[in-house]
């Protein structure tokens, strides 16, 4: 009997089972048919090489243009070349030593090609690929049943795993499956005109058609839409039950002083947004709430007029931050903005006055007692810090709201610690702010326990910001001019940023000194070409331009690893125009203020995210003159790589930009391993596509655990939540 919990080997062979299981992570039939094909070819389609990115394992299906062998210059032995073609862009297949592979790929044969993308003198290649022909002849030295079908399903693959190995797996495991109980109750699938689990597995691996497609896949989503939203009410309705310190409002505390003060008028989501905040902090309950706004739409303020609320309760707010550089700015700004409100215990303090305490683990031994004092007694009201705030010796005399500041910088666990410091018996409120847009898709999956709030008013007194792509594979004088533009910014009076992705000072990762890098081989080497060279790093790229081109300009360093008084003096100099440039790592993301920066050069943008580039970005153009931000690259023109770089210049709209991320990602990140450090359980589901799904998931979801909260009248339910949503998951979930 072979069924869903049967390990690989059993069916397959210790050999296969051991190799699917340590290349991919497949060790039963229930993994091996969970894990879905990618995508389908069609016989009469071939793959779009120009969508190829290095290091990736790609298999195409593609046609044979020529073939050439020659003898090596440089050592003894032969090259078979070979270019397959999808018609429009070529790709260089190599094999060294295997003079036979000649006489087999002969030109005009299509085959399924998969290996890893590497580059030889900026042309995509393959080396020594895996591959399977096909055509009028496949039967010779080939499986052609393996291609009988019209649509060929390609699987995400590894090396010595090509895809169509994969498929026989798939092929021998459904021979012999006695199939599994369906967990969705039968009257569920009627009524949304779902199939059975058995049909839709098999149609997934093996389609007849696009039909057969089109019905597995419809099916397979809603297993795993159901599963997450199972998971997310089960959490509204328990977070109900948690009692909640009230905060509610009062007409002569400090936050109605503080409004009366504002310079400004409050823009309308502003006002509505704190409206809806100021309800949920006098109920007894906890409020969970993410606000979500453009850099400089005033959230800040939002968090602000929460936090006095609070006080104005007798409670204490605690605003978490991701970096020091990002606490200490917090903590200046809200001290800015409070003025004499915000200096209870100094002269000349205001009548309602509350303090801000800034809590960090790098302090002074004398400011950080002096600080941890003034939480646990009660004397600061607001206490801004980094996760030094939720170490046990901390504690706070009466919590009563929490503000996190770029929730997906910060661990999940960490913030569920925080909730911890609350009274006895209570959970504090929790108000969670990003400055990355989230399309409602993504909030209905992934903040689904959380109420989500937008800014959408473009942020007030920005100046213009153009953006564009330096292509220095292509283009390499490009990068000087970006040099000449810094200097020019410089000149003006102006300053700019200069955002690498690594630290560096790793000699490993360094040549020896006085050797240089050695030239370009003759011959491509046989290991498979030019792998990704490491990201640029701040220190080399701050030596180079200090010593080349920005010679004479005042450069300053930033990093994670500066001790705080130095990072801090970095900011404060760069802020007073005492540095023309700061060469950073994305410590600068976020939260960082300087008006006079009006030029940011991002190397290696292609390694950052969409969302990450257009924070980074955000910290030019808050002044009155134009921003201007270079993407600096090598990725080619044509990949998926340099589609994401051209979305981020076409538009400053962090909305727009969040579907088009959204667009260009791949399956299978929905619940964000970036958040929680795993990969999704989610392989079918398109936030992009299937937001109707998501939206029947959910009212589902809420009727089946309204009436079955710990869902013990559905066993199979509570299976199927438990596959897609795992204990691990349900907890990144529960936290977030």
């Known amino acids: 009997m072979t069924s869903w919990d049967v390990t690989l080997d059993r069916v397959l062979g210790a050999k296969t089972g051991k190799a699917l299981d340590s290349a991919l992570g497949l060790s039963t039939v229930g993994d091996l048919l969970r894990h879905y094909p990618r995508r389908y070819a069609e016989r009469g389609e071939l793959t779009a090489i120009a969508g190829l990115e290095l290091g990736e394992h790609a298999t195409v299906l593609a046609q044979v243009e020529r073939v050439a062998k020659r003898s090596m210059k440089s050592r003894r032995g032969t090259i078979v070349e070979a270019r397959i ?25 299509r085959g399924m090609f998969a290996g890893k993308v590497t580059a030889y003198r900026n042309n995509l290649q393959l080396a020594h690929p895996e591959y399977q022909l096909f055509g009028e002849d496949a039967d010779v030295g080939s499986a052609a049943e393996e291609f009988a079908a019209a649509l060929l399903p390609v699987y995400p693959a590894a090396q010595g795993l090509p895809s169509w190995s994969l498929a026989r797996c798939v092929r021998q495991v459904l021979d012999v499956w006695d199939g599994t109980d369906d967990p969705l109750p039968a009257e569920l699938r009627e009524r949304h005109g779902l199939s059975d689990l058995d049909t839709a597995l098999r149609r997934i691996h093996q389609p007849q058609d696009h039909e057969d497609l089109a019905t597995a896949r419809q099916r397979l989503k809603w297993d795993e839409a159901l599963s997450v939203q199972l998971a997310l009410a089960r959490l509204r309705g328990s977070a109900g039950s948690h009692p909640a310190p009230s905060c509610p409002p009062r007409p002569d505390g400090v936050r109605t002083a503080f409004d009366e003060r504002l310079p400004f008028e409050l823009t309308a989501g502003q006002r509505e947004i704190g409206e809806r905040v100021a309800v949920d902090l006098t109920a007894e309950h906890p409020m969970n709430r993410l606000v979500q706004g453009e850099v400089g739409s005033g959230k800040t303020v939002v968090a602000l007029r929460a936090m006095l609320q609070a006080v104005d309760a007798g409670r204490q707010a605690a605003m978490l931050a991701p970096t020091e550089v990002l606490a200490a700015q917090h903590a200046r700004s809200l001290s800015e903005l409070l003025g004499d409100l915000g200096r209870a215990g100094e002269l000349g303090a205001a009548e309602q006055a509350t303090s801000v305490t800034l809590l960090t683990g790098s302090l002074p031994t004398a400011q950080r007692r002096a600080a941890m004092l003034a939480a646990a007694s009660g004397e600061a009201g607001i206490v801004v810090g980094t996760h030094a705030l939720i170490q046990d010796r901390v504690s706070f005399a009466d919590l009563g709201l929490v503000v996190v500041d770029e929730q997906h910088r910060f661990g999940v666990e960490q913030r569920d610690a925080l909730r911890a410091r609350g009274p006895a018996g209570t959970s504090p409120h929790v108000l969670v702010m990003t400055a990355t847009p989230i399309p409602r898709t993504v909030a209905m999956t992934v903040y689904g326990d959380l109420e989500v709030s937008a800014l959408r008013e473009l942020p007030r007194g920005r100046s213009p910001i153009s953006t564009s ?41 360094k040549p020896a000194k006085g050797k240089k890098k050695s030239a370009e081989p003759e011959e491509p080497p046989s290991d498979g070409g030019q792998q990704r060279r490491p990201p640029l790093a701040v220190l080399e790229v701050a030596e180079q331009l200090t010593a080349g081109p920005l010679a004479g300009l005042r ?158 009248a559905h066993p199979g339910l509570a299976r199927m939540v438990a596959e897609v949503v795992d204990e691990e998951r349900a907890g990144f979930l529960e936290k977030s």
């Not at 190599?94 to 006489?103: D, G, L, S, V």
């Not at 533009?485 to 102006?494: K, Q, W």
Request: proline share 3%.
């Open 85 to 109: 073609t999808d018609g429009h862009r070529s790709l260089t297949i190599t094999f060294f030593n295997q003079a036979w592979r000649e006489r087999e790929l002969l030109p005009g044969r």
């Open 555 to 712: 450069v300053a360093v930033l990093h994670g690893r500066l001790p705080a008084d130095e990072k801090d003096a970095v900011m404060r100099g760069f802020a007073a125009g005492e540095v023309d440039v700061l060469v950073a790592t994305t410590v600068v993301e976020v939260g960082v203020n300087v008006p006079n920066a009006t030029a940011m050069v991002i190397m290696d943008a292609d390694r950052f995210g969409v969302s990450q580039l257009h924070q980074l970005r955000g910290r030019i153009g808050r002044g009155s003159a134009a921003g201007l931000c270079l993407l600096v690259t090598d990725a080619m023109g044509g990949t998926t790589t340099r589609e994401r770089l051209d979305a981020v210049a076409s538009t400053t709209d962090g909305f727009e930009l969040a579907q088009l991320d959204l667009e260009l990602r791949r399956e299978g990140d929905i619940l964000g391993a970036a958040q929680s450090g795993r990969r999704s359980g989610l392989k079918m589901l398109s936030l992009l596509r299937d937001e109707d799904v998501i939206a029947e998931a959910r009212a589902e979801a809420e009727r089946v655990v309204g009436a079955d909260p710990e869902l013990r």
């Open 469 to 509: 792509v330096v292509p220095v594979a292509e283009k390499p004088g490009w990068l000087d001019r970006a040099w000449a533009r810094v200097r020019e910014e410089v000149a003006a009076g102006h300053q700019a940023y200069v955002v690498c992705p690594r630290i560096g000072d790793d000699e490993d990762e």
